[in-house]
């Protein structure tokens, strides 16, 4: 299934998608797609009203996509998990996953428009297969547990200010955490339609021109061992996101490539996920 949120902003409704691309709204069984929906068994009751055929038609004419999961407890982040894209930056491969935070508020729609922050010089977009939690995961046992813990998937722009985020403090936060940083969706694409999230192809443009096409294979740390791993050390809670790094092709890995600058327009695409397309302007 295909979760999804429709309307303006603060007045999303829950909605699903079928295979057939029809789109049902789920007022009867939630009030919207979030930790407590996917903790208290939506997802199941969700697949189990769509098989009855017993939800609403929804009509989506000119309704906004909103962000497939609304108010994430928190966003854990995944640095240099691709082997390309730390080679593209100069970075040593890491022996442990890189970990970082982001701030939840930066989480917006698939479509909406992104905000350079003022003062930025180097506005990056990054490409990254989003994972959904699920169920509480704390201390597991083993990688091998871990999936079970997914709720679904979905595309991530982590976007990113370089000179913020690397020159200006010596941790990421100031670079990650700008308004709008985090636009998600548009689906949440349940873990049983998703066979192996390691084979996973994604693709980034910026105005029409390829920068990263990459796929999840090449995973420095892959999804099971990353949520196995952050259950070691924090708690992580339905409707948490995890992103889980980016391949080769950022601007800050391509000398001479610009970075984005008001007018641009980022497109990105993964593997059963969907496809986004963001504007970008001044703060």
């Known amino acids: 299934m295909k979760l999804l949120r429709l309307g303006s902003v603060g007045r999303e ?3 699903v998608q079928d295979r057939d691309g029809r789109t049902f709204g789920l007022d009867g069984l939630t009030s919207d797609i979030d930790g407590s929906f996917l903790a208290d068994g939506g997802v199941e009751r969700v697949r189990a009203a769509l098989a009855a055929g017993t939800l609403p038609v929804l009509d989506t004419e000119g309704l906004r ?6 108010r ?4 854990v982040c995944i640095g240099l998990n ?3 894209h730390a080679e593209e930056t100069g970075a040593a491969i890491p022996a442990r996953p890189v970990v970082f935070m982001k701030d939840p508020a930066t989480v917006v729609g698939p479509y ?4 350079i922050p003022r003062g930025s010089a180097k506005t990056d977009w990054e490409v990254e297969l ?3 939690i699920g169920r509480q995961a704390r201390y597991l046992d083993s990688p091998a547990s871990a999936l079970r813990t997914v709720a679904g998937y979905a595309i991530s722009n982590d976007v990113s200010e370089r000179e913020f985020q690397l020159d200006f403090s010596s941790q990421w936060d100031l670079g990650k955490s700008c308004e709008t940083f985090n636009p998600l969706g548009p689906w949440l694409v349940t873990a049983d339609e998703i066979a192996d999230p390691q084979a996973l192809g ?3 443009s910026v105005n029409g021109e390829p ?7 090449n995973m420095i740390f892959d999804v099971a061992y990353i949520v196995w791993y952050l259950s070691q050390y924090m708690v992580l809670n339905p409707g948490d996101v995890i992103n889980t790094g980016t391949p080769a092709g950022v601007a800050l890995g391509l000398p001479g490539t610009p970075y984005l600058r008001a007018g641009d327009r980022v497109e990105l695409a993964i593997d059963g996920l969907g496809r986004q397309s963001q504007a970008f302007a001044q703060a």
């Open 13 to 15: 409704v829950p909605a």
């Open 65 to 70: 996509v909103g962000s497939p999961v609304s």
């Open 72 to 75: 994430p407890g928190k966003v």
């Open 82 to 84: 691709y082997r390309d």
């Open 112 to 115: 909406d428009r992104v905000l």
């Open 130 to 132: 989003a994972v959904v």
């Open 202 to 204: 994604l693709r980034l």
């Open 211 to 217: 920068r990263q096409d990459g796929s999840t294979e």
